[in-house]
């Protein structure tokens, strides 16, 4: 066992994210789902559904970290948002068996899950500084990523056979008891949390302020940021080219996605050892180009099937372990920069742009793919993913040997 999770509150703390990850990815599956099998929902309703469950996002996330930060209790409104959504995703199978569930019901559902996942995603960032001391950050980030990974393939499988066994309605069911055990666990902690911040006003431009004001800071924002809007263009494409020009069928395009998974736990397990041999700045570079370098070989792929499947899973499988490392070590790098009375509106304002960001590449990806077809458009989603490491390249970061001191 790791040396983390024999310490009882991180090990708490870390079964409190690993679950609702988990209900995360069965949320992502169950709703679309519901829509489809229960109102055979249009394209543009799926679009309607997705985009309730992003707006928040893009919406509330500089709020709720200006208000967060000055919340004394953040491990309490972790725990109620995880029963907040419980409820609200138990309400969805009553309203069905009582034959009153509509359409506008699930966009709501969705847009206040959403809202609710927000305020705990904030509320996370001063809660893990409360539980892992800074000499570990990158551990803890790696065994949190680690349970995102798996989350990624294992959730959206579980509710698969939930939906099959009960019904997509009644899988939300099971789908809320999950957070109800994030919920539990969280309840176990008593960390000495982060003083709350002072000031009149809730200040929401302090975190878009400092993330401004402090190089590495700006530097990793724009990076990701750039690696987002080319990375949804793609993934806006990404099946449709696969099934469709490429002929895959869903088992092999699952396949092919699960081994994106098993390349993210295997990223995980790596990113902590190559911190400790190269560095922090080095390493994180290495995500940089890792992340979406592989993907070219998704616009390359041709020829007979196996050879076809072959590059696709070589492509999700380095892209993932890529992702492992670029996540873990910003995060990591972010957390130790970032004063304590900062942290929820740092983490808000990071979440608005990467966030906001993202339904953006979607929308390009798809019109450019519409105007100059698929494949051209993949191509420019791939190498324009690229660009994001010369945002780090070219700033303090890649530098780093270990964790920067926190900045003023």
């Known amino acids: 066992m790791p040396r983390l999770l024999r310490e009882r509150v991180f090990r708490r703390y870390w079964s409190a994210q690993t679950v609702s990850y988990f209900g995360d990815e069965i949320s992502t599956l169950a709703l679309p789902l519901l829509a489809v099998l229960v109102f055979e929902a249009t394209p543009a309703e799926m679009g309607y559904l997705t985009a309730a469950a992003l707006a928040p996002n893009l919406l509330f996330s500089l709020l709720a970290g200006a208000w967060v930060d000055r919340y004394p209790h953040k491990r309490r409104l972790m725990i109620l948002t995880d029963l907040g959504r419980a409820l609200l995703l138990t309400a969805v199978p009553v309203a069905y068996v009582l034959d009153l569930l509509t359409m506008p019901q699930l966009y709501l559902a969705a847009f206040a899950v959403g809202t609710l996942a927000v305020i705990f995603e904030v509320a996370r960032g001063p809660?893990?500084?409360?539980?892992?001391?800074?000499?570990?950050?990158?551990?803890?980030?790696t065994l949190i990523n680690g349970s995102r990974a798996m989350s990624l393939v294992a959730g959206p499988s579980v509710g698969g056979v939930l939906v099959q066994v009960l019904t997509a309605p009644i899988a939300l069911v099971a789908d809320a008891l999950s957070y109800v055990v994030s919920a539990y666990f969280l309840v176990r902690i008593r960390p000495t949390e982060p003083a709350p911040a002072r000031g009149g006003g809730l200040a929401l431009g302090a975190g878009l302020g400092f993330i401004a004001r402090t190089p590495m800071m700006r530097a990793l924002l724009l990076g990701t940021t750039t690696v987002n809007l080319f990375n949804f263009m793609f993934i806006a494409l990404f099946v449709l080219y696969a099934t469709q020009e490429l002929g895959l069928t869903p088992g092999l395009l699952g396949a092919v996605l699960g081994a994106g998974a098993?390349?993210?736990?295997?990223?995980?397990?790596l990113t902590g050892r190559l911190v400790r041999r190269f560095g922090v700045g080095p390493t994180l570079l290495a995500g940089f180009v890792l992340f979406p370098a592989p993907t070219l070989l998704v616009p390359l792929a041709g020829g007979p099937t196996p050879?076809?499947?072959?590059?696709?899973?070589?492509?999700?499988f380095l892209s993932a372990l890529g992702v492992m490392l670029l996540d873990i070590t910003v995060g990591s790098v972010q957390t130790a920069l970032t004063p304590e009375a900062l942290l929820a509106r740092v983490a808000g304002a990071r979440r608005t742009v990467n966030y906001g960001i993202r339904p953006i590449g979607a929308l390009?990806?798809?019109?450019?793919?519409?105007t100059l077809g698929v494949r051209p458009a993949l191509w420019i989603a791939t190498a324009g993913a690229l660009a994001g490491v010369l945002w780090v390249a070219f700033s303090p970061v890649r530098r780093l040997?270990?964790?920067?001191?926190?900045?003023?």
């Not at 098993?262 to 397990?269: C, E, N």
């Not at 390009?364 to 519409?370: K, V």
């Open 401 to 408: 040997r270990g964790l920067p001191d926190q900045a003023d």
């Open 307 to 316: 050879l076809v499947v072959g590059m696709l899973f070589a492509a999700e």
């Open 364 to 370: 390009i990806g798809g019109a450019l793919g519409s």
């Open 127 to 141: 809660l893990f500084v409360s539980v892992v001391g800074r000499a570990d950050y990158v551990e803890a980030n």
């Open 262 to 269: 098993v390349g993210g736990l295997i990223g995980a397990a």
